[in-house]
């Protein structure tokens, strides 16, 4: 028998099933791809292990069971998952939600930006007065760092959950010309009553980093009480201003995510909300493990 693959292998194989020639080829050959591969001819299993730009690297012969077949196997891409949704739409609580389960990089853009905020960095400046204004930070200074982020080991190995951007048709274009693609693009819709009172209310403890409300999630004690902080963005002014720079580039931003967009109603508890993203994630999984 003989099989091809840029060049021909010939096996012989005497009735006992004891290999006469391991393995023989007219010349030597790269090999382009990588494979693992078995198959059954006479109730022998031919077993062959091939390396990216490799000659053959080895053949073993076992003895197996009736009928002829083809195994090959490869670990699926991990999932690449884009979260969006106006300020206070929920995206940081699915974001633990999710990668509890799926186990998920968590990689949220506006952690990036107040990171270089507090470092006082030449970028960070700028980054906070566009940020008091409402207004979008530039390209320049963020789609390098969410690039870095992205190209982290832990990423590519375990997949990512990226929170929060793109937020603008230039980022998410920007992303694709890294080539970034998401499986899957979630954007949370919550009316905007809702939005400006949850932002209004939110407090950030500056010494555990946890997130209250002061209506929906109190802190436990008077002492944490005492010590909460509200970001400098969080008021009714400019939560208003960050919706209305949120609805002209949303709309932009999923014309290039149209045919992965999935639509969740965020205007319903928490566990409602990640029923429906759940739901979704859990038919790509299997979807994966099936091709």
Request: glycine share 6%; charged share 25%; proline share 4%.
């Amino acid at each position: 028998m003989a099989a091809t693959s840029s060049c021909n292998f010939n096996w012989g194989v005497n009735g006992k099933g004891t290999p006469e020639q391991p393995c023989s080829s007219s010349k030597s050959s790269q090999i382009l791809f990588s494979s693992n591969l078995s198959f059954c001819y006479s109730n022998i299993r031919y077993c062959l292990s091939l390396r990216s730009h490799q000659t053959l690297l080895s053949t073993r012969f076992n003895e197996t069971k009736n009928s002829a077949f083809v195994v090959a196997s490869a670990k699926a891409d991990p999932l690449k998952i884009m979260i969006s949704g106006a300020p206070a739409s929920g995206k940081g609580t699915q974001c633990e939600l999710i990668t509890k389960k799926y186990g998920l990089v968590h990689i949220a853009a506006g952690n990036l930006l107040r990171a270089e905020i507090a470092s006082g960095s030449e970028n960070g400046k700028r980054a906070k007065e566009y940020m008091e204004k409402g207004q979008l930070v530039p390209n320049e200074i963020v789609v390098m760092m969410v690039k870095e982020r992205l190209l982290l080991p832990d990423s590519q190995e375990n997949g990512w959950l990226l929170d929060g951007y793109p937020r603008s048709l230039l980022q998410a274009t920007a992303l694709k010309e890294f080539g970034f693609q998401p499986d899957l693009f979630i954007l949370l819709e919550v009316n905007e009553e809702i939005l400006v009172e949850r932002v209004v209310g939110r407090r950030l403890d500056p010494v555990t980093g946890k997130i209250y409300h002061l209506k929906y999630s109190p802190p436990e004690t008077e002492e944490i009480a005492a010590r909460l902080t509200q970001r400098f963005d969080d008021t009714e002014e400019k939560v208003k201003l960050r919706l209305q720079t949120h609805h002209q580039n949303v709309e932009a931003v999923l014309l290039m995510y149209e045919d992965i967009t999935l639509k969740v109603n965020g205007n319903v508890p928490k566990e409602d909300v990640f029923a429906q993203i759940d739901g979704a994630l859990t038919k790509l999984h299997e979807d994966r493990k099936l091709i």
